[in-house]
Protein backbone atom coordinates (compact mmCIF):
# COMPACT_ATOMS: atom_id res chain seq x y z
CA UNK A 1 0.00 0.00 0.00
CA UNK A 2 3.21 2.29 0.82
CA UNK A 3 4.18 1.90 -2.26
CA UNK A 4 1.01 2.63 -4.01
CA UNK A 5 0.74 6.25 -2.42
CA UNK A 6 4.51 6.31 -2.98
CA UNK A 7 4.15 5.97 -7.17
CA UNK A 8 1.43 8.91 -6.83
CA UNK A 9 3.54 11.32 -5.30
CA UNK A 10 6.08 10.38 -8.25
CA UNK A 11 3.50 11.21 -10.58
CA UNK A 12 4.42 14.51 -12.55
CA UNK A 13 2.37 17.87 -11.16
CA UNK A 14 1.62 19.42 -14.61
CA UNK A 15 -0.22 17.41 -17.18
CA UNK A 16 1.95 16.61 -19.41
CA UNK A 17 1.56 17.02 -23.08
CA UNK A 18 -0.31 14.45 -24.33
CA UNK A 19 2.56 11.61 -25.54
CA UNK A 20 2.07 8.22 -26.66
CA UNK A 21 4.60 7.94 -23.84
CA UNK A 22 2.70 8.22 -21.18
CA UNK A 23 0.72 5.46 -19.11
CA UNK A 24 -2.71 6.48 -19.47
CA UNK A 25 -4.18 4.18 -21.17
CA UNK A 26 -3.55 0.57 -19.55
CA UNK A 27 -4.93 0.09 -15.66
CA UNK A 28 -3.93 -2.93 -13.73
CA UNK A 29 -7.14 -4.20 -11.66
CA UNK A 30 -5.79 -5.57 -7.75
CA UNK A 31 -7.16 -9.33 -9.35
CA UNK A 32 -4.69 -9.07 -12.15
CA UNK A 33 -1.92 -7.88 -10.18
CA UNK A 34 -2.25 -10.51 -7.75
CA UNK A 35 -2.35 -13.20 -10.75
CA UNK A 36 0.33 -11.80 -11.68
CA UNK A 37 2.36 -11.82 -8.20
CA UNK A 38 1.30 -15.39 -8.83
CA UNK A 39 2.80 -16.02 -12.11
CA UNK A 40 5.75 -14.39 -10.39
CA UNK A 41 6.46 -16.83 -7.78
CA UNK A 42 5.25 -19.59 -9.86
CA UNK A 43 8.02 -18.41 -12.61
CA UNK A 44 10.21 -18.12 -9.73
CA UNK A 45 9.64 -21.95 -8.35
CA UNK A 46 10.33 -23.31 -11.50
CA UNK A 47 12.87 -21.28 -12.97
CA UNK A 48 15.01 -21.71 -10.13
CA UNK A 49 14.33 -25.91 -10.09
CA UNK A 50 15.59 -25.33 -14.09
CA UNK A 51 18.88 -23.94 -12.87
CA UNK A 52 18.86 -26.52 -10.62
CA UNK A 53 19.02 -29.51 -13.37
CA UNK A 54 20.82 -27.44 -15.87
CA UNK A 55 23.82 -27.89 -13.63
CA UNK A 56 22.89 -31.62 -12.50
CA UNK A 57 26.69 -32.31 -11.17
CA UNK A 58 27.42 -28.76 -9.03
CA UNK A 59 24.15 -29.46 -7.58
CA UNK A 60 24.23 -33.06 -6.91
CA UNK A 61 27.55 -32.08 -4.85
CA UNK A 62 25.64 -29.76 -2.92
CA UNK A 63 22.94 -31.82 -2.25
CA UNK A 64 24.79 -34.43 -0.91
CA UNK A 65 26.61 -32.73 1.46
CA UNK A 66 23.68 -30.90 3.02
CA UNK A 67 21.54 -34.59 2.58
CA UNK A 68 24.72 -36.31 4.29
CA UNK A 69 24.42 -33.23 7.30
CA UNK A 70 20.99 -33.81 7.88
CA UNK A 71 21.24 -37.50 7.72
CA UNK A 72 23.06 -37.48 10.69
CA UNK A 73 20.60 -35.77 12.81
CA UNK A 74 17.84 -37.69 11.39
CA UNK A 75 19.65 -41.28 11.91
CA UNK A 76 20.80 -40.20 15.91
CA UNK A 77 16.85 -39.31 16.44
CA UNK A 78 16.03 -42.62 14.67
CA UNK A 79 18.68 -44.50 16.68
CA UNK A 80 17.15 -42.78 19.87
CA UNK A 81 13.46 -43.83 19.17
CA UNK A 82 14.53 -47.29 18.63
CA UNK A 83 16.50 -47.38 21.93
CA UNK A 84 13.61 -45.56 23.91
CA UNK A 85 11.41 -48.93 22.14
CA UNK A 86 13.33 -51.33 22.97
CA UNK A 87 13.74 -49.72 27.28
CA UNK A 88 9.86 -50.12 26.55
CA UNK A 89 9.50 -53.37 26.04
CA UNK A 90 12.12 -54.69 28.49
CA UNK A 91 8.55 -54.61 30.82
CA UNK A 92 10.17 -57.58 32.66
CA UNK A 93 12.63 -56.39 33.95
CA UNK A 94 9.77 -52.95 35.62
CA UNK A 95 8.24 -56.18 37.57
CA UNK A 96 9.08 -56.48 41.17
CA UNK A 97 9.60 -60.06 42.16
CA UNK A 98 7.98 -61.36 45.32
CA UNK A 99 9.52 -64.71 46.44
CA UNK A 100 7.44 -66.19 48.56
CA UNK A 101 8.04 -68.60 51.55
CA UNK A 102 8.36 -72.01 50.56
CA UNK A 103 5.48 -73.37 52.84
CA UNK A 104 3.18 -70.92 50.37
CA UNK A 105 1.28 -73.46 48.14
CA UNK A 106 0.16 -71.91 44.62
CA UNK A 107 -3.58 -71.28 46.20
CA UNK A 108 -2.23 -69.16 49.09
CA UNK A 109 -0.29 -67.57 46.06
CA UNK A 110 -3.48 -66.73 43.92
CA UNK A 111 -4.87 -65.43 46.76
CA UNK A 112 -2.02 -62.93 47.59
CA UNK A 113 -2.21 -61.92 44.19
CA UNK A 114 -5.41 -60.48 44.25
CA UNK A 115 -5.06 -58.75 46.88
CA UNK A 116 -1.84 -57.16 45.79
CA UNK A 117 -3.87 -56.18 42.34
CA UNK A 118 -6.08 -54.22 44.45
CA UNK A 119 -3.46 -51.56 45.82
CA UNK A 120 -3.39 -48.35 43.56
CA UNK A 121 0.20 -47.88 43.04
CA UNK A 122 0.36 -51.48 41.49
CA UNK A 123 -0.54 -51.97 37.66
CA UNK A 124 -0.72 -55.42 36.82
CA UNK A 125 0.41 -58.71 38.99
CA UNK A 126 2.03 -61.81 37.45
CA UNK A 127 1.57 -64.53 39.84
CA UNK A 128 4.56 -67.73 38.53
CA UNK A 129 3.49 -71.01 40.05
CA UNK A 130 5.76 -73.34 41.10
CA UNK A 131 5.47 -75.76 38.31
CA UNK A 132 5.87 -73.24 35.72
CA UNK A 133 8.50 -72.19 36.95
CA UNK A 134 9.97 -75.36 37.24
CA UNK A 135 8.70 -75.70 33.40
CA UNK A 136 10.27 -72.30 32.14
CA UNK A 137 13.29 -73.27 34.13
CA UNK A 138 13.38 -77.05 32.29
CA UNK A 139 13.19 -75.38 29.23
CA UNK A 140 15.80 -72.16 29.19
CA UNK A 141 17.89 -73.86 31.36
CA UNK A 142 19.33 -76.85 29.62
CA UNK A 143 19.30 -78.80 32.17
CA UNK A 144 15.99 -79.95 32.39
CA UNK A 145 17.07 -84.18 32.55
CA UNK A 146 19.01 -83.35 35.52
CA UNK A 147 15.99 -81.69 37.21
CA UNK A 148 14.28 -85.09 37.36
CA UNK A 149 16.49 -86.26 39.89
CA UNK A 150 15.15 -84.02 42.52
CA UNK A 151 12.02 -85.42 44.51
CA UNK A 152 10.63 -82.41 45.17
CA UNK A 153 10.58 -78.92 43.23
CA UNK A 154 13.08 -76.50 44.98
CA UNK A 155 11.47 -73.00 43.14
CA UNK A 156 9.41 -70.81 45.20
CA UNK A 157 6.09 -69.28 44.03
CA UNK A 158 7.07 -65.99 42.68
CA UNK A 159 4.23 -63.13 41.87
CA UNK A 160 5.19 -59.89 39.62
CA UNK A 161 4.20 -56.58 40.58
CA UNK A 162 4.20 -54.36 37.63
CA UNK A 163 3.68 -50.59 39.72
CA UNK A 164 1.80 -47.93 37.53
CA UNK A 165 4.55 -45.04 37.84
CA UNK A 166 7.78 -46.76 36.81
CA UNK A 167 9.16 -43.81 35.62
CA UNK A 168 7.59 -40.99 37.07
CA UNK A 169 7.80 -41.51 40.85
CA UNK A 170 10.64 -43.44 42.45
CA UNK A 171 9.32 -42.61 45.87
CA UNK A 172 6.35 -44.19 45.14
CA UNK A 173 8.07 -47.84 43.81
CA UNK A 174 9.72 -47.35 46.69
CA UNK A 175 7.36 -47.62 49.33
CA UNK A 176 5.35 -50.41 47.20
CA UNK A 177 8.46 -52.76 47.47
CA UNK A 178 8.70 -51.70 51.28
CA UNK A 179 4.88 -52.62 51.76
CA UNK A 180 5.36 -55.97 50.16
CA UNK A 181 8.76 -56.68 52.12
CA UNK A 182 6.92 -56.80 55.19
CA UNK A 183 4.57 -59.06 53.82
CA UNK A 184 4.43 -62.55 56.24
CA UNK A 185 4.23 -64.41 52.83
CA UNK A 186 7.35 -63.01 51.32
CA UNK A 187 10.38 -64.56 51.71
CA UNK A 188 12.14 -61.79 49.43
CA UNK A 189 11.45 -58.82 47.22
CA UNK A 190 13.82 -58.14 43.96
CA UNK A 191 13.85 -55.60 41.54
CA UNK A 192 16.38 -54.20 39.39
CA UNK A 193 15.37 -50.72 39.61
CA UNK A 194 18.81 -49.21 38.98
CA UNK A 195 19.16 -50.81 36.16
CA UNK A 196 16.06 -49.82 34.35
CA UNK A 197 16.40 -46.04 35.61
CA UNK A 198 20.13 -46.23 34.47
CA UNK A 199 18.58 -47.34 30.81
CA UNK A 200 16.31 -44.15 30.99
CA UNK A 201 18.69 -41.25 32.46
CA UNK A 202 20.99 -42.85 29.12
CA UNK A 203 18.39 -42.45 26.97
CA UNK A 204 17.44 -38.80 28.59
CA UNK A 205 20.95 -37.67 28.33
CA UNK A 206 20.76 -39.37 24.36
CA UNK A 207 17.76 -37.01 23.70
CA UNK A 208 19.35 -33.91 24.86
CA UNK A 209 22.39 -34.76 23.19
CA UNK A 210 20.44 -35.65 19.82
CA UNK A 211 18.74 -32.12 20.34
CA UNK A 212 22.29 -29.78 21.13
CA UNK A 213 23.29 -32.16 17.72
CA UNK A 214 20.44 -31.21 15.33
CA UNK A 215 21.13 -27.47 16.57
CA UNK A 216 24.69 -27.85 15.42
CA UNK A 217 24.02 -30.02 11.91
CA UNK A 218 21.22 -27.16 11.29
CA UNK A 219 23.71 -24.35 11.43
CA UNK A 220 25.82 -26.53 9.41
CA UNK A 221 23.54 -26.97 7.00
CA UNK A 222 22.29 -22.98 6.88
CA UNK A 223 26.05 -22.00 6.23
CA UNK A 224 26.57 -24.73 3.67
CA UNK A 225 23.38 -23.48 2.14
CA UNK A 226 24.30 -19.83 2.31
CA UNK A 227 27.53 -20.26 0.70
CA UNK A 228 26.18 -22.25 -1.99
CA UNK A 229 23.53 -19.31 -2.67
CA UNK A 230 26.47 -16.60 -2.09
CA UNK A 231 28.70 -17.90 -4.96
CA UNK A 232 25.10 -18.56 -7.06
CA UNK A 233 25.09 -14.84 -5.87
CA UNK A 234 28.13 -13.82 -7.51
CA UNK A 235 27.44 -16.10 -10.86
CA UNK A 236 24.44 -14.54 -11.43
CA UNK A 237 25.96 -10.34 -10.37
CA UNK A 238 25.23 -8.94 -13.69
CA UNK A 239 21.60 -10.28 -13.66
CA UNK A 240 21.19 -8.75 -10.34
CA UNK A 241 22.80 -5.68 -10.59
CA UNK A 242 20.72 -4.97 -14.11
CA UNK A 243 17.62 -5.83 -12.29
CA UNK A 244 18.63 -3.38 -9.48
CA UNK A 245 19.15 -0.82 -11.68
CA UNK A 246 15.56 -1.01 -13.54
CA UNK A 247 13.86 -0.74 -10.54
CA UNK A 248 13.64 -4.30 -9.02
CA UNK A 249 12.78 -4.63 -5.56
CA UNK A 250 14.66 -6.72 -3.31
CA UNK A 251 11.60 -9.04 -2.98
CA UNK A 252 11.91 -9.52 -6.63
CA UNK A 253 15.64 -10.51 -6.48
CA UNK A 254 15.62 -12.46 -4.03
CA UNK A 255 12.26 -14.73 -4.68
CA UNK A 256 14.07 -16.70 -7.20
CA UNK A 257 17.41 -17.37 -4.92
CA UNK A 258 14.88 -17.96 -1.85
CA UNK A 259 13.31 -20.78 -3.93
CA UNK A 260 16.61 -21.94 -4.98
CA UNK A 261 16.94 -22.58 -1.36
CA UNK A 262 13.78 -24.63 -1.01
CA UNK A 263 14.55 -26.57 -3.73
CA UNK A 264 18.16 -27.58 -1.94
CA UNK A 265 16.51 -28.20 1.13
CA UNK A 266 13.34 -30.34 -0.12
CA UNK A 267 15.98 -32.65 -2.49
CA UNK A 268 18.64 -32.75 0.50
CA UNK A 269 15.44 -33.83 2.85
CA UNK A 270 14.37 -36.36 0.55
CA UNK A 271 17.89 -37.59 0.20
CA UNK A 272 18.23 -37.68 3.81
CA UNK A 273 15.07 -39.60 4.63
CA UNK A 274 16.38 -42.36 1.84
CA UNK A 275 20.15 -42.48 3.65
CA UNK A 276 18.43 -43.00 6.68
CA UNK A 277 16.03 -45.54 5.29
CA UNK A 278 18.53 -47.39 3.51
CA UNK A 279 20.75 -47.80 6.59
CA UNK A 280 17.81 -48.93 8.48
CA UNK A 281 16.60 -51.35 6.10
CA UNK A 282 20.72 -52.45 5.63
CA UNK A 283 20.31 -52.60 10.02
CA UNK A 284 17.29 -54.65 10.04
CA UNK A 285 18.08 -58.00 9.62
CA UNK A 286 20.77 -58.00 11.95
CA UNK A 287 18.72 -56.65 14.33
CA UNK A 288 15.38 -58.48 14.45
CA UNK A 289 18.19 -61.77 14.32
CA UNK A 290 19.26 -60.55 17.39
CA UNK A 291 15.89 -59.56 19.07
CA UNK A 292 15.20 -63.21 18.27
CA UNK A 293 17.23 -64.17 20.61
CA UNK A 294 15.84 -62.47 23.40
CA UNK A 295 12.41 -61.89 23.27
CA UNK A 296 11.67 -61.52 19.79
CA UNK A 297 9.24 -58.10 20.72
CA UNK A 298 11.82 -55.75 19.13
CA UNK A 299 11.13 -54.12 15.51
CA UNK A 300 13.00 -51.67 13.63
CA UNK A 301 11.21 -48.97 14.01
CA UNK A 302 11.42 -46.34 10.29
CA UNK A 303 10.48 -43.02 10.00
CA UNK A 304 6.90 -42.58 10.19
CA UNK A 305 4.62 -40.44 7.93
CA UNK A 306 4.46 -37.49 9.87
CA UNK A 307 8.19 -37.79 10.79
CA UNK A 308 9.13 -38.01 7.62
CA UNK A 309 6.58 -35.26 6.04
CA UNK A 310 8.22 -32.83 9.14
CA UNK A 311 11.92 -33.91 8.22
CA UNK A 312 11.37 -32.54 4.54
CA UNK A 313 9.23 -29.85 6.10
CA UNK A 314 12.15 -28.72 7.93
CA UNK A 315 14.82 -29.33 5.46
CA UNK A 316 13.28 -26.93 3.00
CA UNK A 317 12.90 -24.20 5.85
CA UNK A 318 16.43 -24.92 6.38
CA UNK A 319 17.35 -23.91 2.93
CA UNK A 320 15.13 -20.55 2.44
CA UNK A 321 16.80 -19.45 5.62
CA UNK A 322 20.25 -20.42 4.57
CA UNK A 323 19.31 -18.47 1.44
CA UNK A 324 17.99 -15.62 3.07
CA UNK A 325 20.44 -15.27 5.48
CA UNK A 326 22.97 -14.45 2.94
CA UNK A 327 20.83 -12.50 -0.15
CA UNK A 328 20.00 -10.49 3.55
CA UNK A 329 23.55 -9.27 3.81
CA UNK A 330 25.04 -9.98 0.51
CA UNK A 331 22.02 -8.06 -2.06
CA UNK A 332 22.43 -4.51 -0.46
CA UNK A 333 26.03 -4.78 -0.50
CA UNK A 334 26.21 -5.16 -4.24
CA UNK A 335 26.71 -1.94 -6.51
CA UNK A 336 28.21 -1.53 -9.84
CA UNK A 337 31.80 -1.46 -9.33
CA UNK B 1 11.31 18.04 -13.51
CA UNK B 2 15.00 18.02 -13.01
CA UNK B 3 16.66 20.05 -10.38
CA UNK B 4 20.58 20.26 -9.15
CA UNK B 5 20.66 22.63 -6.23
CA UNK B 6 24.21 23.40 -5.00
CA UNK B 7 24.87 19.54 -5.46
CA UNK B 8 28.59 18.52 -4.09
CA UNK B 9 29.72 14.95 -4.10
CA UNK B 10 32.75 13.85 -2.07
CA UNK B 11 34.30 10.71 -1.99
CA UNK B 12 37.24 10.28 0.73
CA UNK B 13 39.95 9.13 -0.98
CA UNK B 14 39.07 11.52 -4.42
CA UNK B 15 37.69 14.50 -2.90
CA UNK B 16 35.17 16.78 -4.14
CA UNK B 17 34.48 14.60 -7.90
CA UNK B 18 31.05 17.37 -8.22
CA UNK B 19 31.14 20.97 -6.52
CA UNK B 20 28.27 23.49 -6.50
CA UNK B 21 26.33 22.16 -9.05
CA UNK B 22 23.01 23.80 -10.23
CA UNK B 23 20.80 23.38 -13.27
CA UNK B 24 17.37 22.31 -14.13
CA UNK B 25 15.60 20.50 -16.67
CA UNK B 26 11.90 20.74 -18.07
CA UNK B 27 9.95 18.26 -18.90
CA UNK B 28 10.61 17.46 -22.78
CA UNK B 29 13.98 18.93 -22.89
CA UNK B 30 17.15 16.92 -24.41
CA UNK B 31 20.80 17.87 -23.03
CA UNK B 32 23.93 16.84 -23.34
CA UNK B 33 26.49 16.47 -20.99
CA UNK B 34 29.71 16.79 -21.64
CA UNK B 35 33.58 17.14 -20.22
CA UNK B 36 36.89 15.53 -19.93
CA UNK B 37 37.07 11.66 -18.25
CA UNK B 38 37.03 12.35 -14.41
CA UNK B 39 34.90 15.24 -14.82
CA UNK B 40 32.43 13.74 -12.76
CA UNK B 41 29.76 13.45 -15.73
CA UNK B 42 29.45 9.53 -14.38
CA UNK B 43 28.96 10.51 -10.58
CA UNK B 44 26.16 13.66 -11.93
CA UNK B 45 24.18 10.84 -13.53
CA UNK B 46 24.51 8.26 -10.77
CA UNK B 47 23.09 11.24 -8.31
CA UNK B 48 19.83 10.92 -11.08
CA UNK B 49 19.67 7.04 -10.68
CA UNK B 50 20.24 6.84 -6.48
CA UNK B 51 23.09 4.85 -6.88
CA UNK B 52 24.56 7.72 -4.72
CA UNK B 53 23.58 10.25 -2.83
CA UNK B 54 25.09 13.73 -2.70
CA UNK B 55 27.54 15.05 0.18
CA UNK B 56 25.46 18.46 -0.02
CA UNK B 57 22.88 20.66 -1.95
CA UNK B 58 19.93 18.62 -3.48
CA UNK B 59 18.35 16.96 -5.87
CA UNK B 60 15.37 16.48 -7.42
CA UNK B 61 12.89 14.92 -9.42
CA UNK B 62 9.79 15.43 -10.38
CA UNK B 63 9.45 17.58 -6.97
CA UNK B 64 11.24 14.52 -4.76
CA UNK B 65 14.22 15.37 -2.98
CA UNK B 66 16.25 12.16 -4.00
CA UNK B 67 18.48 12.71 -0.89
CA UNK B 68 15.38 11.73 1.27
CA UNK B 69 14.66 8.82 -0.69
CA UNK B 70 14.60 5.37 1.21
CA UNK B 71 15.92 2.43 0.43
CA UNK B 72 12.71 0.78 -0.20
CA UNK B 73 11.83 3.61 -2.12
CA UNK B 74 14.24 3.72 -4.97
CA UNK B 75 13.28 0.69 -7.11
CA UNK B 76 10.09 2.74 -7.45
CA UNK B 77 11.73 6.07 -8.29
CA UNK B 78 14.07 4.00 -10.45
CA UNK B 79 11.02 2.44 -12.50
CA UNK B 80 10.52 6.01 -13.91
CA UNK B 81 13.40 6.21 -15.40
CA UNK B 82 15.16 4.82 -18.20
CA UNK B 83 18.37 4.13 -18.10
CA UNK B 84 21.00 3.77 -20.84
CA UNK B 85 24.64 2.11 -20.80
CA UNK B 86 27.89 2.54 -22.82
CA UNK B 87 28.18 -1.30 -22.21
CA UNK B 88 24.48 -1.67 -22.90
CA UNK B 89 24.16 -3.84 -19.78
CA UNK B 90 22.25 -6.69 -21.53
CA UNK B 91 21.83 -10.22 -20.31
CA UNK B 92 23.72 -12.23 -22.25
CA UNK B 93 21.65 -15.88 -22.00
CA UNK B 94 18.09 -13.98 -22.43
CA UNK B 95 17.03 -13.21 -26.03
CA UNK B 96 16.37 -10.10 -26.68
CA UNK B 97 12.27 -9.95 -25.98
CA UNK B 98 13.44 -11.01 -22.49
CA UNK B 99 15.76 -8.18 -21.98
CA UNK B 100 13.14 -5.41 -23.04
CA UNK B 101 10.49 -7.48 -21.08
CA UNK B 102 12.40 -7.52 -17.56
CA UNK B 103 11.64 -3.80 -16.31
CA UNK B 104 7.62 -4.58 -17.32
CA UNK B 105 7.93 -8.19 -15.22
CA UNK B 106 9.28 -6.26 -12.06
CA UNK B 107 6.82 -3.70 -12.19
CA UNK B 108 4.71 -6.53 -12.30
CA UNK B 109 2.58 -6.48 -15.40
CA UNK B 110 0.11 -9.21 -17.46
CA UNK B 111 1.82 -11.43 -20.06
CA UNK B 112 -0.34 -9.90 -23.09
CA UNK B 113 0.74 -6.20 -21.79
CA UNK B 114 4.15 -7.34 -21.71
CA UNK B 115 4.27 -9.20 -25.35
CA UNK B 116 2.32 -5.91 -26.12
CA UNK B 117 4.46 -2.98 -25.12
CA UNK B 118 8.04 -5.00 -25.81
CA UNK B 119 6.59 -5.44 -29.18
CA UNK B 120 5.74 -1.54 -29.68
CA UNK B 121 9.29 -0.76 -28.10
CA UNK B 122 11.57 -3.25 -30.39
CA UNK B 123 8.89 -1.37 -33.30
CA UNK B 124 10.18 2.09 -32.42
CA UNK B 125 13.90 0.88 -32.14
CA UNK B 126 13.05 -1.03 -35.22
CA UNK B 127 14.56 -4.43 -34.13
CA UNK B 128 11.06 -5.85 -34.38
CA UNK B 129 11.23 -9.50 -35.66
CA UNK B 130 14.90 -10.14 -33.47
CA UNK B 131 12.90 -10.87 -30.15
CA UNK B 132 14.37 -13.96 -30.21
CA UNK B 133 17.61 -13.45 -31.32
CA UNK B 134 20.27 -13.42 -28.03
CA UNK B 135 22.03 -10.47 -27.73
CA UNK B 136 25.85 -11.59 -28.67
CA UNK B 137 24.16 -12.20 -32.15
CA UNK B 138 23.84 -8.60 -32.91
CA UNK B 139 26.01 -5.81 -33.55
CA UNK B 140 27.10 -3.32 -31.32
CA UNK B 141 24.67 -0.53 -32.59
CA UNK B 142 21.31 -3.33 -32.43
CA UNK B 143 22.50 -4.12 -28.63
CA UNK B 144 22.57 -0.31 -28.08
CA UNK B 145 19.10 0.11 -29.53
CA UNK B 146 18.09 -3.10 -27.69
CA UNK B 147 19.38 -1.62 -24.45
CA UNK B 148 17.06 1.88 -25.04
CA UNK B 149 14.03 0.04 -25.90
CA UNK B 150 14.52 -1.94 -22.91
CA UNK B 151 15.02 1.86 -20.92
CA UNK B 152 11.49 3.53 -22.97
CA UNK B 153 9.49 0.37 -22.23
CA UNK B 154 8.62 1.30 -19.14
CA UNK B 155 7.67 4.93 -20.42
CA UNK B 156 9.79 6.73 -18.12
CA UNK B 157 9.47 10.78 -17.82
CA UNK B 158 13.54 11.00 -18.13
CA UNK B 159 15.99 9.65 -20.04
CA UNK B 160 19.74 9.23 -18.63
CA UNK B 161 22.13 7.65 -21.20
CA UNK B 162 26.02 7.43 -19.94
CA UNK B 163 27.92 7.74 -22.94
CA UNK B 164 25.30 5.62 -25.58
CA UNK B 165 28.15 5.88 -28.62
CA UNK B 166 30.94 5.53 -26.86
CA UNK B 167 31.32 2.38 -28.48
CA UNK B 168 29.58 3.32 -32.16
CA UNK B 169 30.84 4.09 -35.33
CA UNK B 170 29.56 7.81 -36.35
CA UNK B 171 26.67 6.51 -38.59
CA UNK B 172 25.70 4.33 -35.73
CA UNK B 173 25.69 7.19 -33.75
CA UNK B 174 23.59 9.26 -35.37
CA UNK B 175 20.70 6.13 -35.64
CA UNK B 176 21.13 6.62 -31.82
CA UNK B 177 20.46 9.99 -31.54
CA UNK B 178 17.77 10.04 -34.05
CA UNK B 179 16.51 7.68 -31.51
CA UNK B 180 16.66 9.80 -28.62
CA UNK B 181 15.41 13.51 -30.55
CA UNK B 182 12.05 10.91 -31.45
CA UNK B 183 11.21 10.36 -27.32
CA UNK B 184 12.61 13.81 -26.66
CA UNK B 185 9.43 15.21 -29.24
CA UNK B 186 7.20 13.21 -27.51
CA UNK B 187 8.06 15.04 -24.14
CA UNK B 188 10.42 13.05 -22.64
CA UNK B 189 12.78 14.52 -20.67
CA UNK B 190 16.44 13.45 -22.56
CA UNK B 191 20.19 13.50 -20.27
CA UNK B 192 22.87 12.49 -22.54
CA UNK B 193 26.57 12.07 -21.31
CA UNK B 194 29.29 12.01 -24.04
CA UNK B 195 32.48 13.58 -25.18
CA UNK B 196 31.30 13.19 -28.72
CA UNK B 197 31.60 16.84 -29.84
CA UNK B 198 31.26 16.56 -33.30
CA UNK B 199 27.60 14.58 -32.58
CA UNK B 200 26.99 17.51 -29.72
CA UNK B 201 27.46 20.90 -32.01
CA UNK B 202 25.76 19.48 -34.82
CA UNK B 203 22.47 18.68 -33.04
CA UNK B 204 22.90 21.83 -31.73
CA UNK B 205 20.98 21.02 -27.84
CA UNK B 206 21.66 22.62 -24.74
CA UNK B 207 25.52 21.22 -23.33
CA UNK B 208 25.94 20.99 -20.09
CA UNK B 209 30.11 20.87 -19.79
CA UNK B 210 31.30 19.59 -16.36
CA UNK B 211 35.56 20.62 -15.90
CA UNK B 212 37.21 19.10 -12.80
CA UNK B 213 33.61 18.85 -11.12
CA UNK B 214 32.36 22.40 -11.85
CA UNK B 215 29.49 23.52 -14.51
CA UNK B 216 31.04 25.50 -16.68
CA UNK B 217 28.39 26.27 -19.27
CA UNK B 218 24.67 25.59 -18.70
Known amino acids: ?337 | MLIFDKVTKNYQNTGDVLQNISFQMLRGEMAFLTGHSGAGKSTLLKLIAIMEYCTRGQVLLNGRNLNHAKEHHIPYIRRKLGLIFQDYKLLQDRTVFDNVALPLIISGYGNQEVKRRVRASLDKVGLLGKEKKYPFSLSGGEQQRVGIARAVVNKPSLIIADEPTGSLDPELSSEVMHLFEQFQQVGVTVLIATHDINLINRLGYRVLTLDHGQLVVS
Not at chain 1, 65 to 88: H, M, P, R
Not at chain 1, 121 to 130: F, R
Request: hydrophobic letters at 45%; a neutral charge; proline letters at 3%.
Open chain 1, 1 to 337: MHHNKHIQKMQPRIKPKPSNLQNTKYRTSIGDRFQNYLGLHAHALFSSLGRLLKTPFTSMITIIVLAITISLATGFYVLLINVEQFSDKLESSHYISLFLKHDINDADGLKLAEQIQKSAAVKTVKLVTKTTALEEFKHFSGIGESLNILDKNPLPTVIQVLPTNIFEDSVEVQQLIDALGRLDEVELVQMDMRWVQRLQSIVDLAKRGVFLLSIVLSLAVLFIMGNTIRLELENRRDEVLIAKLVGATYAFIQRPFLYTGFWFGGFAGLSAWIIVSLILLGLQEPIEHLSLLYDGKFTVLFLSVSESLILLFVASILGVTGAWIVLHYQLRQMTLE
